[in-house]
T-cell receptor
């Protein structure tokens, strides 16, 4: 079974731009969560989607948004990029809300 | 909200020794506690997890213990090997009910180095 797939693996953007990251969960997994990983803040929860509905949201500004499609694939969008948005963005999926989460390799976003 | 504290931040052991990493959590409603291993440049990988109705769980050289009263859980690695070197993260989550379905709250991580 293929694992969680995130694209692209690397992105370089400049301040003020926007970016869209994609996550394809493990086949059959309907829950997708997004996390931001930085050396200073560690792993922080962004939001979770289940059956195309956002079920929970972390403490991030409204510039961070996401969505989930009917095939469970998810995208997250960051608008008006800031230098502090440079991070590894990780996606995790699970079969349903009460099952272990499995992570993708992440998208490394660098803001210049 | 939930807060997870993890100690130590770095841990250095000799091959064959045991390693213990400890975490405390703040929300007594949390009932699921996974541990992830992240090697440099790679994804976090689930290595073991425990639910609050169990006090201990073991998988070969890895074990996790949970003390619900103290809101404390620990990862134990025995007979460490150089390939165990990585960053280890503990996490806590509320399973079922509430609104924290997918939200894992992570500790800050422990860099484990196993010297040959």
């Amino acid at each position: 079974k293929a694992g969680v797939t995130q694209t692209p693996r690397y992105l370089i953007k400049t301040r003020g731009q926007q970016v869209t990251l994609s996550c394809s969960p493990i086949s059959g997994h309907r829950s997708v969560s997004w996390y931001q990983q930085t050396p200073g803040q560690g792993l922080q929860f962004l939001f979770e989607y289940f059956s195309e509905t956002q079920r929970n949201k972390g403490n991030f500004p409204g510039r961070f948004s996401g969505r989930q499609f009917s095939n469970s694939r998810s995208e997250m969008n960051v608008s008006t990029l800031e230098l502090g948005d440079s991070a590894l963005y990780l996606c995790a999926s699970s079969t349903e809300r009460n099952q272990p989460q499995h992570f993708g390799d992440g998208t490394r976003l660098s803001i210049l | 909200g939930e807060n997870v504290e993890q100690h130590p931040s770095t841990l250095s052991v000799q091959e064959g020794d045991s390693a213990v990493i400890k975490c405390t959590y703040s929300d007594s409603a949390s009932n699921y506690f996974p541990w992830y291993k992240q090697e440099l440049g790679k994804r976090p990988q689930l290595i073991i997890d425990i639910r609050s109705n169990v006090g201990e769980k073991k998988d070969q050289r890895i074990a996790v213990t949970l003390n619900k009263t103290a809101k404390h859980f620990s990862l134990h690695i025995t007979e460490t090997q150089p390939e165990d070197s990585a960053v280890y993260f503990c996490a806590a989550k509320l399973f079922a009910g509430g609104t924290s379905y997918g939200k894992l709250t992570f500790g800050q991580g422990t860099i484990l180095t196993v010297h040959p």
